[in-house]
């Protein structure tokens, strides 16, 4: 009896059982192991082995996008300006940030008609506090300096157009920049003195003021940092403004067509990344403070030895006095469990990091080309502006020839041999490079499939056409995958004049 029934339970437990081993055997969760370095109990760095999840290619490429924005705009005149935009954290959170806006110049501006079109990347560090406020507020700041600069010249002796000069408007937009980071820098210290009686400042007693509503509203914007990159383009003067405060980089792709139609792209970088490493940064610091720190204001091609940029908003911990420091880590984070760190000990005579940014100018076309009677063209098509984590990975060249191969068409997994010969790139301004890059592999592929620019050149930058490399790469979580990646963010702009633009979008703000 036993036996009858035993013979059917076998039998189901083979047919049920195989499939269900089978599934588990080729459809098992994936992982792979990596080699960290970790504190151990005593505090000291030790090496261990950490084994992850992988993530699937469609949820890699979920991430990849989990961040995108694009937009067409058509303007007064038929061209239409398309951007995009795409950030991919390595922290959690993601201390990057991103604007854009267009401002339309005012009727009666003489120069006009014409926009001032905005866009911008941050890269915070130490918290994405200062990036995030940088996101809605420093468009803003530098397009009141620009308004203050024309309509503050009427009645002027000098003419409103001349005014409105090259180096005016660099000069205005520097002034922008400085005016904002010392308001982030000061706001901790105007609430401070309006906390504070004549007594306590007499007795020098520091209050707790760690509960206050501006405690940290205040004080983690001014002690976290961001670099901050911003391209300004004037269509009614055809000039590109670039101004760049920290290690981002802006590239601009310039297509250069010959007689017979054929053509390349040349590879002009409109920024210099701003670290120690940089031989202009270098001397700059080094001539602001006395010759006896001359050896130690940067170290490592670091400010003090500590931090990477040169300039940057925020970082107050290497712009206020070491006195100032005290009282305000006193006054507003003690008590709030997080207190600022120690100035370095070569720390003498902030301060030692500026965000008065670099600018450069260049003119560009816009829907000029019939106006060229040359056979031979050259004219800007692009700009990209990305934050740090992309120049990690990719050289200008690289991207370039990436982003024209994209708009040329090209798609498909293309070995990197054979790139420069699809995609022809020349070399006009040197990259500065900021960081001890190593030379770039030659071997792999990259993949040409991306709807999105932005996230194209990302999804390069991170593997490319190899998908192990790239899944592997996606999968180190937070805090470990900043030590293989960066926060990336990257935006692509692009105009062009087509009867099939998408319809004009209303732009109410005004300069």
């Known amino acids: 009896m036993l036996r009858r029934i035993w013979k059917p339970i076998a039998a189901t437990t083979v047919i049920v059982g195989t499939p269900s081993y089978l599934y588990y055997r080729y459809n098992k969760p994936q992982t792979f192991d990596l080699s960290l370095k970790v504190r151990g109990a005593d505090g000291a760095p030790v090496m261990t082995t950490k084994t992850f999840p992988l993530l699937s290619l469609s949820a890699v490429e979920q991430r990849l996008n989990a961040n995108v924005k694009s937009d067409n705009v058509t303007r007064p005149g038929g061209i239409t300006w398309r951007h995009s935009t795409t950030s991919v954290a390595a922290n959690d959170p993601l201390e990057d940030a991103h604007a854009d806006a267009i ?30 406020i940088l996101s809605k507020t420093l468009i803003n700041a530098v397009a009141l300096q620009l308004s203050s600069l024309i309509n503050g010249s009427s009645g002027s002796i ?44 007499k007795k020098k007693i520091v209050p707790d003021l760690s509960q206050h509503p501006l405690a940290l509203t205040t004080m983690l914007p001014a002690v976290s940092g961001s670099c901050a990159l911003m391209a300004v383009f004037d269509t009614a003067q055809r000039d590109l403004y670039v ?71 925020g970082d107050a911990r290497y712009k206020w006095p070491r006195e100032v420091q005290d009282v305000l880590n006193h006054a507003f984070l003690i008590g709030n469990n997080q207190p600022l760190r120690p100035a370095p000990s070569s720390f003498k005579t902030p301060p030692y990091v500026t965000a008065t940014p670099v600018v450069t100018h260049r003119k560009f076309s816009l829907g000029d080309s019939a106006t060229n009677t040359s056979k031979q063209s050259s004219s800007m098509r692009f700009v990209v502006l990305a934050t740090d984590g992309l120049w990690d990975k990719l050289s200008s060249e690289e991207v370039v020839a990436l982003v024209g191969g994209h708009l040329n068409g090209l798609r498909g997994i293309i070995p990197k041999t054979k790139l420069p010969t699809l995609v022809p790139t020349s070399s006009g301004s040197p990259t500065v490079e900021g960081k001890d890059k190593k030379k770039d592999s030659i071997t792999g592929s990259w993949f040409f499939g991306e709807d999105n620019l932005s996230t194209h050149l990302i999804r390069n ?51």
């Open 103 to 132: 401002i339309a110049r005012d009727l009666s501006d003489p120069v006009g008609p014409g926009d001032w079109i905005f866009f911008t990347v941050m890269d915070g560090h130490g918290g994405p506090h200062t990036s995030r």
């Open 243 to 313: 101004a760049c405060s920290g290690d981002s980089r802006a590239i601009a792709g310039i297509w250069e067509e010959k007689e017979d139609g054929t053509g390349s792209w040349k590879v002009e970088v409109l920024s210099e990344d701003q670290t120690g490493r940089n031989p202009n940064e270098l001397k700059r610091i080094q001539l602001e403070h006395p010759p006896d720190e001359a050896d130690n204001v940067i170290r490592a091609g670091r400010v003090l030895g500590g931090l990477e940029p040169t300039r940057a908003f």
């Open 158 to 201: 000098f003419q409103k157009p001349a005014v409105q000069s090259p180096h005016n408007i660099s000069l205005a937009i520097q002034g922008a920049f400085t005016k904002l980071d010392e308001e982030l820098v000061n706001a901790p210290l105007k609430v401070l003195a309006s906390n504070i009686d004549n007594e306590s400042v």
């Open 461 to 511: 930058a991170f593997g490319g056409g190899d998908t192990s490399a790239l899944r592997r790469l996606m999968s180190i979580p937070s805090p470990f995958a900043r030590r293989y990646r960066d926060d990336t963010t990257v935006t692509v702009v692009w105009w062009d004049e087509q009867e099939d633009s998408p319809k004009t979008t209303e732009i109410k703000a005004k300069l």
